[in-house]
Nanobody
């Protein structure tokens, strides 16, 4: 069974940066579109960014365009999310999954942006 393990979250001041990582067990993930999602308190989970299996197509939510960068290393079964110029509204639990959210969700990693 494929497992998703997210890490790299934390508390950061507005304007700061964080780099999230998601390690995926199993080799099938490298053939799938990968995505990062987030869920803020009291809100629905939303898609933040996605990247196709070979990295040829990348999409971002309008709210993070120009600030976040998604990348993947298929040899390491790892997906990354570089987050710069963080804002308080980026505070959420961040999750990785496929582009359709088809795998069992991991625990996520908490990102808190606050002064």
């Amino acid at each position: 069974q494929v497992q998703l393990v997210e890490s790299g979250g934390g508390l950061v001041q507005p304007g700061g940066s964080l780099r999230l990582s998601c390690v995926v067990s199993g080799s099938v993930f490298r053939f799938l579109t990968a995505a990062w999602y987030r869920q803020a308190p009291g809100k629905q989970r939303e898609l933040v960014a996605s990247i196709t299996s070979n990295g040829g197509m990348i999409t971002y939510a309008n709210s993070v365009k120009g600030r976040f960068t998604i990348a993947r290393d298929n040899a390491k079964n790892t997906v990354y999310l570089q987050m710069n110029s963080l804002k308080p509204e980026d505070t959420a639990v961040y999750y990785c999954n496929t582009g359709t959210g088809s795998l069992n969700w991991g625990q996520g990693t908490q990102v808190t942006v606050s002064s």
